[in-house]
């Protein structure tokens, strides 16, 4: 199994026209996602250079592709409107890519999305690589080639990965292949300090998920979500949770480059978050080299 | 971003908080002049204060309060004359260009008052203690519970409700509480409508009581305001406060080139893409017994015009005795970065060792680009994977 998305989901572009958008959309019709259709305003009735069919809105690609997940990458200044956009047409998945976008604009999304009338609607990022379910679904810009699809693995274990950090999450899919572990899916949170999905929903689901043996998270410094992902999991989750924190080495007061890495206040350093996930029993890469050794030592492999 | 104090102060009065009465400077005979008008309206002491961004000035020295128009004078030569040294500036200090001279007021007690994003909510949020005048963290630390937060709806602003609420918990009396829930509604609407990302008002004073305000006046000391880097383009006039002076050169160099850098004071210069892989690579060499000398976001389109200027940034700090690449290619294909590598051996040169580590997408071109190049780079040796990366360079920067 997998969580969120998988080899039936389909998937809409907003921003299909863009750069990137019609980039990633080429690149995730060759991973063998099912994308169905684009939205550029403006542009509806045409068709992409896949085929594939553009709208003017997000409720006009739902009511003619069926679509249930949508990738955003609309520039920021536009990028709160189009998640909005995507939750109010009955997309369930909404990926938003965009890196940049204003944090109160996001504050103003939450708002929205957490209220009743979007509980089934689960956002991932902003400022994030996707999410991917390898063999069968990838949202995002993530190269699909480095995953290993559950059912592939000669171990016979699959983890399910949570991460802030993009080029770090491909790290932890890299050594974890390199092992012969699967994965059942791979979602990129975003590094922003206001995003849609978390770490604690993310274990649920993946505590839920039959297939997914073992988690691997990777966070980071900059607030108190793993320090609140630590409680949880000692609390409510019964798989083997591996864990990261990046940015022992950063100064305090300087944003390191993701808009939500910034120590401050006497909050959000590495020690404190590695000490709440050691002592919630999770098992601690120390170096980031080691998250597909400490992952597979979990597992019993 | 981040702006001065004087400009915090002009936001304040652009939002109807009041503040005491101050003239900005630049020169010390400025500073006499503004003694002399702040004196005659009535107040004889007068605060001169260093206009830097870095945080403790007052214990740098560049805080005084003076008496007379010629101690204006001199202490504004003083504090102008050199570079002011704060445990935020580093040993070199920062150049002062411009003070504020302000009017001292008569303090009856001191509060804080603060605005931020919280994660936890997802909401701005109000912070005020009635521990003010000390750094907050302090009080965060020591007593807790003296802390009082209000998360606000972004739509709808700080509602007088929830001023109150904070304004009684301070323990404020009479016609304390209306000014201070003004001040706070207001502050709210500044942090909003400005896309701030942090304000600070510390302290937030009452006055003495007058005849014009029996129970004191509400008065805004000292703010600190920065902004959200990624509304700036739809905050003009907040964008146009910014002071490159106040920026480390080879940080605002990288910026043009949309690579993120921030220097650091280790040996290893790091190049990486994506901040959390950034981050994590720093955390190995300091694992592996360096300090790294920057963190280095090349991001995922960079150029290789960029990725080749990144390799001069980086080269350029004295410090660097040694170089660490670590790719994991995704959107930033490996074969750019080789072809930058053999582009800045070739018209910067390496004269520090360098290790690189490449996976990822186009990996195979890329080593086969440096394979061929290797014997044109002697510096470079190749890593096979992160830790061996890691330990090459710190063995390579420890002998030599």
């Known amino acids: 199994m997998s969580i969120l998305i998988n080899k039936n989901t389909k998937v809409i572009c907003q921003g299909i026209t863009g750069s990137a958008g019609a980039f990633h959309t080429k ?39 069926g679509a249930s997940a949508s990738m955003i990458f609309v520039p920021p200044p536009f990028a709160a409107d189009a998640i909005l956009e995507a939750a109010d047409a009955g997309i369930k998945v909404v990926v938003a890519i965009t890196e940049g976008v204003p944090v109160l604009d996001m504050t103003r999304v939450r708002r929205a999305l957490d209220s009743s009338r979007y509980a089934d609607v689960s956002l991932i990022g902003p400022n994030c690589p996707g999410i991917i379910t390898p063999g069968g679904c990838k949202i995002g810009i993530m190269p699909g080639y480095i995953h290993m699809p559950a059912s592939e693995a000669s171990t016979g274990k699959a983890v399910g ?11 932890a899919v890299w050594q974890c292949s390199e092992r012969n572990i699967g994965q059942t899916t791979c979602v990129g949170i975003g590094g922003d300090p206001v995003r849609g999905l978390n770490f604690i929903d993310c274990l649920d689901l993946f505590n839920a998920d039959s297939e997914t043996d073992g988690i691997v998270m990777i966070g980071e410094i900059g607030g108190t979500d793993e320090e609140a992902a630590a409680a949880h999991i000692k609390a409510n989750i019964n798989k083997p949770v591996t864990a990261f924190i990046a940015g022992r080495t950063a100064p305090p007061g300087r944003r390191m480059g993701h808009a939500g890495a910034i120590i401050s206040g006497g909050e959000g350093g590495a020690e404190s978050k590695i000490e709440a996930l050691r002592e919630a ?12 050794s400490v992952m597979a030592k979990a597992l019993g492999l | 971003m981040k702006i001065h104090e004087y400009q915090a102060r002009d936001l304040l009065v652009k939002f109807g908080i009041p503040v005491p009465d101050a003239l900005v400077v630049e020169t010390a005979d400025q500073a006499k002049e503004a003694y002399e008008k702040l004196a005659a309206q009535g107040t004889p002491l007068v605060v001169v204060k260093a206009q830097v961004h870095a945080g403790g000035r007052g214990k740098g020295g560049g805080v005084k309060l003076v008496k007379s128009a010629d101690e204006a004078g001199e202490v504004a030569k003083a504090i102008l004359s050199k570079p002011l040294v704060t445990h935020q500036t580093g040993p070199e200090g920062v150049e002062v260009k411009k003070l504020m001279v302000a009017a001292g007021v008569e303090i009856e007690k ?26 907050i963290e302090q009080v965060a630390a020591s007593n807790p519970e003296a802390i009082l937060r209000e998360p606000i709806d972004p ?74 880097d990624n509304a700036l383009y739809r905050q003009k006039d907040i964008a146009q406060m910014a ?18 850098y921030i220097k650091l004071d280790g040996s290893i210069g790091c ?41 001069r940034i980086i080269l350029d700090d004295p410090n660097v005795k040694g170089v660490l690449v670590n790719i994991f290619g995704g959107i930033m294909q490996c074969d750019r970065i080789a072809r930058a590598i053999v582009s800045a051996a070739q018209n910067v040169g390496f004269e520090v060792p360098l290790v690189v580590r490449l996976e990822g997408t186009n990996v195979d071109a890329a080593r086969k680009i440096l394979d061929e190049a290797k014997d044109a780079i002697p510096a470079m040796v190749v890593g096979t994977d992160l830790t061996d990366a890691a330990q090459k360079i710190a063995a390579a920067v420890a002998a030599a």
């Open chain 1, 161 to 171: 990965i949570i991460s802030r950090s993009g080029t770090l999450t491909y790290e």
């Open chain 2, 110 to 135: 001191e509060y804080y008052l603060g605005m931020a994003v919280d994660r936890a909510t997802a909401s701005p949020l109000l912070i005020a203690s009635s521990e003010g005048g000390v750094e």
């Open chain 2, 243 to 260: 002071d490159p002076a106040e920026e480390d050169a080879s940080e605002l160099r990288a910026k043009e080139f949309d690579l993120t």
């Open chain 2, 155 to 228: 739509a709808m602003g700080l509602q007088g409700y929830q001023a109150r609420k904070v304004a009684y918990k301070l323990g404020l009396k009479g016609k304390q509480v209306n000014q201070a829930v003004k001040v706070m509604q207001q502050v709210a609407k500044m942090f909003i409508d400005t896309d701030a990302s942090l304000a600070e008002i510390n302290p937030l004073i009452v006055t003495p009581a007058s005849e014009e305000y029996p129970d004191g006046q509400v008065l805004a000391i000292d703010a600190k305001i920065n902004f959200d």
């Open chain 1, 281 to 292: 029993g999770c098992h601690i890469a120390e170096s980031p080299a080691d998250l597909g």
């Open chain 2, 271 to 311: 190049l990486v893409n994506g901040a959390g892989l950034a981050m994590a690579t720093m955390d190995l060499v300091k694992l592996h017994g360096q300090e790294p000398a920057n963190f280095l976001d090349v991001g995922g389109s960079a150029t290789e015009e960029a990725i080749a200027e990144a390799f």
């Open chain 1, 27 to 65: 690149g995730c019709l060759e991973y063998g996602t099912q994308m169905v259709g684009g939205v550029t305003p403006g542009k509806g009735g045409q068709t992409d250079a896949n085929g594939l069919p553009i709208f003017n809105t997000v409720a006009e690609a739902v009511e003619a592709t």
